[in-house]
């Protein structure tokens, strides 16, 4: 007679399970119908709008997966083989696809679209025809407008980076060269845009380093520091002052360079003193475009970049969040100067309070004042997709106001004159424009700054 192990499994048991093996399935159901629990009942009060994030996201995967393994029982380990198949098949046919949009992507050229159009433009000013090193800046120019980082109230900041030519420091602020602030340093802090960032020029042609330099001479050490960013207008530059004002940082003189990004903002957003992207940020929050890992991964690779041209090619342009009339301009044209104005007023009061000068300048754009033959000098002046009607009034509403704000100083028209060559785009300067405005904002600034 045969030994009982032989005889295959029990007539108690059909599934060929043992007892320690139905323990083992029980274990698996149980702690998957743990974890679903965990995972629905923070959610159970607010049905039916139940939203599922992405922790409660990751419980009920594992509890799915908990009780999967439970009705496999002893088939787990065939299971396991054939997932495992399955996703090492997924993943070299994965690496093939990404190597074949790597080859298309060569033959068609890259597709960083106005982006890349900008930094044509720019990189073809005089300024750079004889600099050997022009290549690598421009290398590091694009890699430094990568992703920015959260910075609160002000939405956004650019992140650390180390270059050559390029230094953002961990606080997302660009290097002014031969800045120190010591103690006894007096403090020039500057506020703005890409502009006074330094958008095209190296750490030592933005307009805070050309203010560093002239300011060696003074009687007391000076200090610059450029805390302008990209995309900035006036109300995220106003924030900036009192994030750095509550901080218990001291300031001597405060530099407003702005003006452009208020009135090309409205534009986009029909709301005096908003900030760009106003859409983009408010996905995040909204359940729209959702800034996942997978995506951010995805649209780093070439197959990202290839179904996202292949996506985009000849579809209209996303609709607008509002539309201009051309007979609105005027009115927008007030809000824009009203929000700016109550910026002025807001940073005068501070000045007052906490015992700092201050002086705001809005910025020249290359279209100003020139005739249309002038202007097509100016490399991708003109080029603002229907907004230039709200800029240009925008400009003549502060030009007219200006004389009535002792320390507002409208400096557009200080560049009508100059050679089109100062220019890098329609309102980002090569380092000689950056120097001239420099030298306009020390003429202003002098009663307040250190004696020679």
């Known amino acids: 007679m045969s030994d009982s192990s032989e005889r295959g499994p029990s007539r108690g048991d059909p599934s060929g399970d043992t007892l320690s ?3 083992v399935r029980r274990a698996f159901l149980g702690l998957g119908a743990l974890l679903l629990v965990v995972a629905l009942l923070p959610e159970l009060g607010n049905l039916p709008e139940v939203q599922i ?3 409660q996201g990751v419980l009920l995967t594992i509890s799915l997966l908990a009780m999967t393994a439970g009705m496999l029982g002893n088939k787990r380990v065939a299971a396991y083989r054939g997932t495992a198949l399955v996703v090492l098949n997924t993943i070299v046919a994965l ?5 074949g949009a790597t080859a298309v992507e060569m033959v068609l ?3 960083e679209g106005p982006a890349a159009v900008e ?3 720019a990189r073809a000013n005089p300024y750079f025809a004889d600099k050997p090193w022009a290549d690598a800046f421009w290398e590091e120019e694009k890699a430094s407008m990568g992703p920015e980082r959260y910075h609160p109230y002000v939405i956004w900041r650019a992140a650390p980076f180390r270059g050559t030519h390029i230094q953002i420091d961990r606080d997302g602020l660009r290097h002014t060269p031969g800045s120190a602030c010591g103690e006894d340093s007096y403090r020039v802090v500057l506020f703005g845009s890409s502009a006074l960032w330094g958008w095209g020029v190296p750490d030592d042609g933005t307009i805070g380093a050309f203010l560093q330099s002239k ?10 520091q450029n805390r302008a960013q990209n995309g900035f207008v006036s109300t995220q530059d106003v924030i900036e ?4 004002l509550q901080s218990g940082d001291r300031i001597d003189l405060a530099v407003f360079f702005n003006g452009f990004n208020d009135a090309s903002a409205l534009f986009e957003t029909g709301d005096p003193g908003a900030h760009y992207m106003v859409d983009e940020v408010s996905a995040k929050f909204e359940g729209g475009e959702q800034s996942s890992a997978v995506r951010s991964a995805l649209a780093g690779t070439a197959t990202g970049r290839l179904l996202r041209r292949v996506a985009t090619r000849g579809a209209p342009p996303a609709a607008p969040r509002w539309s201009l009339d051309e007979e609105d301009v005027p009115e927008r044209s007030r809000q824009a100067l009203h929000a700016y104005l109550t910026n002025y007023e807001a940073v005068r009061g501070l000045a007052e309070r906490e015992g700092f000068a201050f002086a705001f300048f809005w910025q020249p754009y290359a279209d100003w004042g020139r005739s249309a033959d002038q202007a097509a000098a100016v490399p991708g002046a003109g080029s603002f997709d229907g907004r230039e009607s709200l800029i240009k009034a925008t ?9 009535v704000y002792p320390e507002l100083h409208f400096l557009a028209d200080s560049l009508v004159q100059a050679d089109p060559t100062v220019w890098l785009d329609y309102v980002h300067l090569a380092p000689a424009g950056n120097e001239r405005v420099a030298d306009l904002i020390l003429g202003v600034a002098v009663d307040a700054l250190p004696a020679r």
């Open 119 to 121: 930094f044509e433009v």
């Open 215 to 224: 300011l060696l001479d003074r009687s007391r050490p000076v200090c610059v």
């Open 395 to 403: 400009y003549e509403a502060v030009r007219d106001t200006a004389g």
């Open 95 to 99: 690496a093939f696809v990404e190597v």
């Open 21 to 23: 093996e139905r323990t």
């Open 241 to 244: 002052l009192v994030r750095l």
């Open 109 to 111: 050229g890259s597709d």
């Open 53 to 55: 994030g992405r922790s």
